[in-house]
């Protein structure tokens, strides 16, 4: 335990604040999160290395430093209901639900959605709605967002999250080809979306009607 939290130290200063984050708030969730528990037992030992690693159904949690950059895009000062695309292993949504006031994550694979949700609510993480499905095509359900993060990489921007994005909201996804993308911020303010590229990334792909063909 005590040996975690000093992996979890040295990762947020040697990987992330080293390169240039320095939002307190998520260096902090970053510090807190058990980020081993999200790995396969036999990964544990390499759960706190500078990289993304497999969490099974062809799917990989992503690298420590692009979970903070993504979190830092999105802007959040703890008000927030935040749509999550591509559940995953769940880590990124324990950092999230420490920062806004509700998340809603979706994740194709049921077993992946699964597995995050008995993690997560074993340790304790209540405001978060688990949904298995499609989410390309967002969640009309539970919409507007304020903020919509993307865990899985289209081609563009799938329209119907600009369409449940709140005014004044954030959307942060990694858009481009199959294998290699940028992460791009988009901000929809009077009507109008604004395109900002943070730079480049892979990311797995997202998978349904406005993604890429399975
Ligand atoms: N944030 C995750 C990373 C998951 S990788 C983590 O921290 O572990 C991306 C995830 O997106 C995969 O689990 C994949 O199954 C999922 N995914 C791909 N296409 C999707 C879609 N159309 N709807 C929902 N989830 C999708």
């Known amino acids: 335990m005590v040996r975690e939290a000093l992996l979890r130290r040295r990762m947020v200063q040697g990987q992330i604040r080293a390169r240039g984050v320095r939002d ?48 830092h895009a999105l802007r959040l000062s703890g008000s927030e209901k935040v749509l999550e695309i591509g ?29 995050a949700r008995t993690l997560l ?22 919409s507007p967002y304020d903020r919509i993060l993307s865990a899985a990489a289209s081609p563009d921007v799938p329209p119907p999250w600009l369409a449940q994005l709140a005014e004044g909201g954030i959307i942060v996804l990694p858009m481009g080809g199959r294998l290699e993308q940028v992460l791009a911020r988009v901000t929809k303010r009077d009507g109008e979306t604004r395109t900002e590229v943070l730079g480049g990334c892979r990311f797995v792909p997202l998978v349904g009607e406005y993604g890429f063909r399975d």
Not at 58 to 71: D, K, L
Not at 121 to 142: F, I, K, Q, T
């Open 87 to 115: 559940t995953g292993s769940g880590y990124q949504t324990a950092i999230l639900s420490r920062l806004c006031r509700e998340v809603v994550t979706v994740e194709r694979l049921v077993s992946l959605s699964m597995a």
């Open 24 to 71: 307190e708030r998520v260096l902090t969730a970053m510090e807190e999160v058990p980020r081993h528990l999200f790995v396969p037992p036999d990964l544990r030992d390499a759960a706190y290395d500078d990289g993304p690693l497999p969490i099974g159904d062809g799917q990989t949690i992503s690298q420590p430093f692009i979970v903070a950059e993504m979190t």
């Open 121 to 142: 609510e074993g340790l304790g993480v209540r405001n978060v709605a688990y949904v298995v499905g499609d989410g390309s095509l967002g969640c009309p359900e539970h």
